[in-house]
């Protein structure tokens, strides 16, 4: 009796070359699938970690409820864990430190906060208090708990115990934002109410809209007090916001690709290797067996690779995972090294799928293969003479005319197998299709982690309107010991616009919906309540701007000549307009004077930091650069701000210090040392490259080992035919030379296919994630173009080297009775 999996596993164990390049093709797929879906589930859990961090692990907040309202909420079947916190509506210091707040909170309040204590115990009682450590020791040096602090809060002096010193945060420590903790009861007391705002987690069966709409509804909450976390919320999945939504889309578009991608690259390299095989299947039908027989002994096969091909595969995945943790841990100790992180990071649900699809794959990709298997033709398989008909003939006939022997035998291969040379391209363009499709996702996330403040290392800051900095304070910060270089800049708030018809339809429907923030007005101008922001550079610093440029060009004396400026993209805020369709050559309105953008740069929240205007809590419509000499026809101000940066080894601290005694008679006038948030900031750049060429790395590795594996096997399978021609009289160096026109066809047809799918899905995945929320533009992806031609090209030339001289070692005579 014909044992199908024994004849499958004999020639597996014979055709060791063959199987390796077939086992290869499938792990190339699985490892798609996991590395790919493995970076994503770690840059989502980078971003819930971060948030978490941050902000806490509350999903719902609602403000200002009474003990009644609170009671009601904690008691609800939807919420799975909640706190309570009050924050101290009086000004409070310690040793004459004005303090960012004085928080009271329960148990559960500084758990939703993620406030984690390290050492002693939580504020319960009347007069404790708890600090972060680093906190504790700035404002009260060698402080240990059972201290006693003073507090001075409303110009009352209070006696505080130290109870617990809080785990350090790291935006409070390298912001220098001083923060304490005291019991809910006595924030209640101070404030003179028993309201109190309630943290909640909700369910995870719960939908968070209808939740909010619930609360709001049965406890008479208005919508102002209700208020979600956006962010957390976003990187669960349980976000309910049309932007949010639209990014979900998005992944769910960009999961199918990679996962048909993957099918398609198992499909064609077991095909393949089917096909090239019908003279097997042949022989073996004529010595009696069924081509039921036939299909079980193809699927048996199938199943053994598949087998063969999960380890490797997976393995790519989980290592790619294992690194990307490593490497935050390292350089995010603070949020990434603590007890609770995890030292190693494997996304198993990734590598399950990966296993799953590649092992499922295979079997599905053998069925169709399995049947034309059995449906061979003992004697046409005997003979190797595939019926030939006479427009093939033509065809070659035609084409020696035209093109040099090898050319015309390549392009006789090609429309000879018309169907397995599109399934191979298709395959072939998928690397191309996934490198263009998941461009946008690496903008994506290189704006979510782009650090977008420009304070250099040290800076004087004054938000009183109409203040500024005197030349000769200037020259005085420019000459403290360790100062490199210093900056001065001029911002000032502006009523600024622009036409209506300049938006496209979807932020013209935006407008239209706005509401008071954001609308249309008579003259077809876009109207809103936000003030915008213009910042006077030096023709230096605005040369600077160059790495910040998207679009246009950046030169001081075109602004000059022709009243220009450069406008920061902005965020795509609620009731604000997407300024993603504004280009260069666009003219806004300012303060009633036409001024023409010349350039679009990135976002800089350096816009937030001089607040002078009624509106300043709100964000501006705007952000624009200019130079000095433009700024002057709205505002002739001094510098009211003015960054530093320092000599390797300089104390900012020390600087800070000394810029503080010489700004200490400019009203409002703050300065502070940056140098650990530089640092942070870059750091949090780095991470985000890892990702975004992480991801094209990963992408083009697989699509490379793709192109090399399919291109090689296609070499290696044909063997006897090439041998058969070497045989007929076509040299070595004619082989070579049909072979690379052979590959090259595949390769123009990959480029085609993957650019004609790639650009639109490119410009779509753009629309829905990075011009939605971040305004930036979309314009054709050249440099993954590209990457993906030279790529391609080189990953097919490398694919020949060493089939070519596998074939060129063989005899003739034993080529051409390979199987």
Same mark, same amino acid.
């Given at each position: ?233 976003? $990187? #669960?999945?349980?976000?309910?916001? @049309?932007? *949010?939504? =639209?990014?979900? !889309?998005?992944?769910?578009? +960009? &999961? ?32 009696? $067996? #069924?081509?039921?027989?036939?299909? @079980?002994? *193809?699927? =048996?096969?199938? !199943?053994?690779?598949?087998? +063969? &091909? ?510």
């Amino acid at each position: 009796m014909l044992n199908e999996s024994g004849i499958a596993r004999r020639y597996l164990s014979t055709q060791k070359k063959r199987t390796v390049l077939l086992t290869m093709g499938v792990a190339l797929a699985m490892a798609l699938i996991s590395t790919v879906f493995s970076m994503l589930n770690l840059m989502q859990a980078f971003e819930v970690r971060m948030t978490i961090e941050d902000s806490g692990v509350w999903e719902v907040m609602a403000g200002a409820c009474t003990p009644a309202q609170a009671a009601a909420l904690q008691k609800r079947v939807d919420v799975s864990a909640s706190g309570k916190v009050a924050v101290v509506t009086q000004d409070a210091q310690i040793g004459g430190t004005d303090l960012q707040s004085l928080t009271g909170a329960d148990a559960g309040g500084f758990t939703q906060r993620h406030w984690l204590l390290k050492s002693g115990k939580l504020p319960r009682g009347t007069g404790e208090i708890a600090l972060e450590g680093w906190a504790l020791q700035k404002l009260s040096p060698g402080a240990k708990i059972g201290d006693t602090l003073i507090l001075t809060i409303a110009g009352k002096k209070q006696s505080y115990t130290v109870s617990g010193i809080l785990r350090d945060n790291a935006v409070h420590r390298d912001s220098k934002l001083y923060k304490a903790w005291i019991s809910l009861g006595e924030a209640q007391q101070l404030n003179g109410s028993d309201d109190a705002d309630v943290l909640m987690q909700v369910a995870g069966n719960a939908d968070i809209g209808k939740f909010v709409k619930s609360v709001e509804s049965e406890q008479h909450l208005s919508k102002d007090q209700m208020q979600t976390h956006g962010t957390l919320l976003a $990187a #669960t999945g349980r976000s309910d916001s @049309r932007e *949010v939504i =639209a990014i979900y !889309a998005v992944g769910a578009v +960009l &999961g199918l690709v990679v996962l048909f991608a993957a099918i398609v690259m198992i499909y064609n390299a077991f095909n393949m290797s089917v096909t090239q095989r019908m003279r097997q299947f042949g022989l073996l039908r004529a010595i009696g $067996a #069924t081509p039921k027989q036939v299909r @079980r002994m *193809v699927r =048996a096969e199938a !199943a053994q690779v598949s087998l +063969l &091909g999960v380890l490797p595969g997976v393995a790519l995945g989980a290592v790619v995972s294992m690194l990307l943790n490593l490497l935050l841990r390292s350089t995010f100790p603070a949020y990434f090294g603590g007890p609770d992180a995890p030292v190693v990071f494997i996304s198993w649900p990734s590598l399950a799928i990966g296993a799953i699809v590649g092992i499922l794959g295979t079997l599905l990709s053998a069925l169709r293969p399995a049947r034309r298997a059995g449906k061979v033709s003992p004697v046409e398989a005997i003979a190797a003479m595939p019926g030939a008909n006479f427009k093939k003939r033509k065809t070659m006939g035609v084409a020696t005319h035209l093109l040099p022997v090898e050319a015309a035998i390549a392009l006789r291969q090609v429309l000879m197998r018309k169907r397995a040379f599109l399934l191979t391209a298709v395959s072939l363009a998928f690397g191309i299709l996934l490198l263009l499709a998941f461009s946008p996702v690496t903008d994506f996330f290189a704006q979510g982690t782009r650090h977008t403040y420009d304070l250099g290392d040290v800076y004087a800051l004054t938000t009183t309107p109409g203040q500024g900095f005197s030349d000769e304070t200037v020259r005085d910060m420019s000459k403290i010991d360790g100062v490199q270089s210093i900056s001065p800049k001029r911002i000032g708030s502006v009523d600024a616009t622009f036409a209506y018809s300049l938006l496209g339809e979807n932020y013209q429907d935006g407008v239209k919906n706005g509401g008071a923030k954001a609308s249309k007005g008579a003259d077809g101008m876009v109207k809103t309540d936000a003030k915008s922001k213009i910042l006077g550079l030096s023709d230096t610093d605005i040369r600077a701007l160059q790495s910040d440029l998207i679009l246009g060009k950046i030169d001081p004396a075109q602004l000059d000549k022709e009243n220009g400026v450069l406008l920061m993209i902005n965020e795509g805020l609620p009731g604000q307009p997407n300024l993603g369709d504004l280009q260069p050559g666009d003219i806004i309105r300012v303060n009633g004077k036409s001024l023409k953008i010349c350039g679009i740069v990135q976002t800089n929240e350096v816009i937030y930091e001089v607040n002078n205007d009624e509106t300043a809590h709100q964000a501006p419509l705007f952000g624009m650069y200019t130079t000095n000499k433009v700024m002057r026809q709205f505002m002739d101000i001094q510098p009211n701000l003015v960054t530093m940066m320092l000599r390797p080894g300089t104390n900012g601290d020390a600087v800070a210090a000394r810029v503080k005694q010489l700004t200490a008679n400019v009203p409002g006038a703050t300065s502070a040392n940056q140098q650990a948030q530089k640092q942070e900031a870059q750091n949090a750049n780095m991470i985000g490259n890892v990702f975004v060429y992480g991801f094209i790395g990963v992408i083009a590795l697989i699509g490379v080992l793709n192109i090399i594996n399919t291109i090689g096997t296609n070499v290696l399978v044909r063997t006897r035919e090439i041998g058969l021609l070497r045989a007929g009289g076509m040299t070595m160096g004619q082989v070579t030379s049909m072979l690379i026109n052979e590959s090259v066809l595949y390769g123009v047809f990959a480029l085609a296919i993957g650019l004609a799918a790639g650009i639109p899905l490119n410009h779509w995945f753009s629309q829905q994630m990075v011009q939605r929320l971040y305004g930036l533009p979309w314009h054709l992806p050249w440099l993954f173009i590209i990457i993906a031609c030279a790529v391609t090209v080189a990953a097919i030339f490398l694919s020949l080297v060493s089939p070519l001289r596998q074939i060129k070692k063989l005899e003739i005579t034993r080529a051409v009775t390979v199987e």
